[in-house]
């Protein structure tokens, strides 16, 4: 019999690597952008506010999902979100060990190694089931990054009032215009 994991099925990984994996949740708290980091990189950390259960019952349980951005990921959301939005976060895992230090049965302090788990974001977008956005285009850099200067994206174009005048040949015409 042939077998599948659940992972591989769901698209998450193709060999080693790990792919994004969606979020939706709210923001826990307003964003501050990181500009002063040791590699010049713009850095964001946020928590998301993803909600398991129904609402109201013994079941409901909130998670707060550590993420990262970088670059104009980073200073894009930034601009963009505030506490409370909802949003949707791609992200890929991210592991890293901790020293920590937890009280032993004694009640002393001994020095611990965890593993800390967090997701770096590939990109942030607010849902428009119950939202409108406005978008804002940004201008591109060398080598392909997009900068923070933003320009506002065209209006909409107006809907035409009436059907657009086709010229019929002598004889009739098609009524599918």
């Known amino acids: 019999m042939f077998r599948v994991s659940t992972a591989a099925l769901m698209g998450l990984t193709k060999g080693n690597a790990l792919y994004n994996i969606p979020f939706t949740g709210n923001l826990s708290h307003d964003l501050e952008l990181n500009t002063n980091t040791a590699s010049g990189i713009p850095r964001l950390n946020f928590r998301l506010a993803v909600n398991e259960g129904e609402r109201g019952s013994d079941d409901e349980k909130t998670h707060f999902i550590p993420f990262t951005a970088f670059g104009t990921t980073a200073e894009n959301a930034a601009k963009s979100f505030k506490k409370g939005d909802r949003l949707i976060v791609l992200g890929r895992v991210n592991t890293y060990p ?62 035409a009032a009436s059907k657009p005048k086709v010229a019929v040949p002598a004889g009739g015409g098609d009524d599918d215009f």
């Open 98 to 159: 901790k020293s920590v230090y937890l009280e032993n049965a004694n009640k002393e302090l001994e020095e611990k190694e965890i593993t800390m788990v967090g997701f770096t974001a590939s990109d942030i977008s607010a849902p428009v089931r119950f939202a409108t956005v406005d978008v804002h285009k940004v201008a591109k850099k060398e080598g392909g990054e997009t900068s923070a200067a933003a320009k506002k994206a065209p209006a909409p174009r107006a809907a």
